[in-house]
């Protein structure tokens, strides 16, 4: 009897310890606390996980230069994973989930093993619908005149804001986008590539209902066309068809997970039970 005991004592325990930890990213204008519903759905269906929902840049702080939040949250990543040989797994929602993907691209030596980008611009953000609670008095049309200036590069919006309408001022201005999605070649290009390709899947989530990622299809690195507001599906557009960032060699390995889910609204893709049990879980098994 005494036996039977400790063989599942011993089996809890394996299983419990085959759950990598997760290391979380909040998005914009919120903070860790913002993503304790997700937090606490994985604990509970994964118990012993080892869950790290970051609390650095919240609220007005969220709004800094991106290359800087890349930067301080990298080094968190990279203290966190250092602590567990057999890797780790990254969630970064909305903002986040930009963050995060530039901080495999940035730090090639990472041991993430799956990363998840729940509803990130992940091809860039042209729309406003959320811009008015920090800048109320701007306008989708004009919002290229604060942005793509030195002041705006400042700001994390300006930074991946990708107005179709004026291509020549993202590319002569943006300071972050055009180089993680190697659109303008850099020093770091290969390694940004490289890093990425590292990873056993990219899962990415968004859906047609989302309702602040403009064009929301931007989720999946599909994004308008110049000029006008056709929507060019991710596998059509450069980024994928130059392997520009190793997304068609991660969908050639099958790596790549593209998910896409109705009926949620942008707010609530992190607080979704069936969205985490459904296309959140099951990736972190």
């Known amino acids: ?84 040989s057999d890797g780790i797994h990254l969630i970064g929602y909305s ?11 940035l730090y090639p030596n990472h041991n993430v093993k799956r990363f998840i980008s729940l509803s990130g611009p992940q091809a860039g953000q042209y729309g406003t619908s959320f811009l008015h609670i920090i800048f109320p008095g701007i306008a989708l049309k004009t919002a290229f005149e604060l942005f793509y200036s030195h002041v705006g590069q400042h700001t994390s919006i300006g930074n991946y804001w990708n107005d179709p309408y ?7 201005y943006s300071e972050f986008l055009p180089y993680v999605n190697n659109e303008k070649l850099s020093n770091g290009s290969d390694i940004f590539k490289l890093s990425l390709i590292k990873l056993e899947k990219l899962v990415l989530i968004g859906g047609p209902d989302d309702n602040v990622i403009t064009p929301w299809q931007s989720s999946h690195f599909g994004y308008f066309a110049e000029n ?18 190793g997304l068609k060699t991660l969908d050639a390995k099958n790596k790549l997970v593209i998910v896409t889910v109705p009926d949620v609204n942008h707010f609530m893709w992190h607080k979704d039970i069936e969205v985490i049990d459904k296309y959140i879980l099951p990736y972190l098994d």
């Open 228 to 245: 006008n507001d056709t929507v060019i599906n991710f596998k059509n557009r450069d980024i994928y068809t130059k392997d520009s960032i």
């Open 95 to 105: 903002q986040g989930a930009l963050i995060a993907r530039a901080i495999l691209q």
């Open 1 to 84: 009897m005494v036996k039977l005991f400790l063989f599942f004592i011993i089996v809890a325990l394996v299983d419990s310890a085959s759950y990598k930890p997760v290391f979380i990213i909040h998005g914009i204008m919120t903070g860790g606390d913002s993503m304790e519903g997700l937090k606490s759905r994985i604990e509970e269906k994964h118990p012993s996980t080892i869950v790290y929902a970051t609390h650095r840049f919240e609220g007005w702080s969220s709004l800094e230069n991106m290359w800087h939040q890349v930067e301080e949250l990298g080094n968190d990543l990279l203290n966190m994973s250092s602590q567990y």
């Open 166 to 172: 004026h291509q020549v001022l993202y590319y002569n």
